[in-house]
């Protein structure tokens, strides 16, 4: 279980190498700022984007078996890995984010498509006006 990694996966750096080269750089990596820290965010625009793998999060177009050995154990920790994803979505939504979860099998039959989405989604949402910073008084 070691070599199961949480970031900067196989397909996250895909669809970072596919988004900048679609000249949408500008992205923050699993951003503490964002509830659920999305593996992609654009704060200013406010989208998250999740990169789900078909195994860990279980893909219902793929849907990969349970694994033979203590079936009981996969199946509810697949239950708890999809109501965790649900929770993030919601509070991200709340929050007037725009959320897309992308499955692995997605990126490597469909990254074009994929980024296609995104790119639309940051055109259409205007940037969030940032609060100005005032100047302390000098001591």
């Known amino acids: 279980m070691r070599a199961n990694r949480a970031r900067d996966t196989a397909p996250e750096r895909a669809l970072r190498r596919a988004l900048r080269d679609a000249g949408r750089p500008g ?14 965010s654009y704060p200013g625009r406010r989208v998250a984007v999740f990169v789900h793998g078909c195994f860990w999060h279980h893909c219902p177009r793929c849907q990969p078996r349970l694994p033979r050995s203590n079936q009981a154990f996969w199946a509810r ?3 708890l890995n999809q109501e965790r994803d649900a929770r993030k979505r919601a509070e991200l939504e709340t929050r007037g ?5 992308v499955w692995e099998c997605d990126l490597r039959d469909r990254l074009h498509e994929v ?25």
């Open 97 to 101: 984010w725009s959320v897309h979860e």
């Open 115 to 139: 980024v296609a989405r995104i790119d639309a989604d940051l055109t259409t949402r205007t940037t969030r006006a940032r609060p100005s910073r005032a100047r302390s008084p000098a001591r």
């Open 27 to 40: 992205y923050r990596l699993n951003w503490r700022g964002a509830p659920g820290r999305p593996d992609v």
């Open 77 to 79: 920790k697949f239950e």
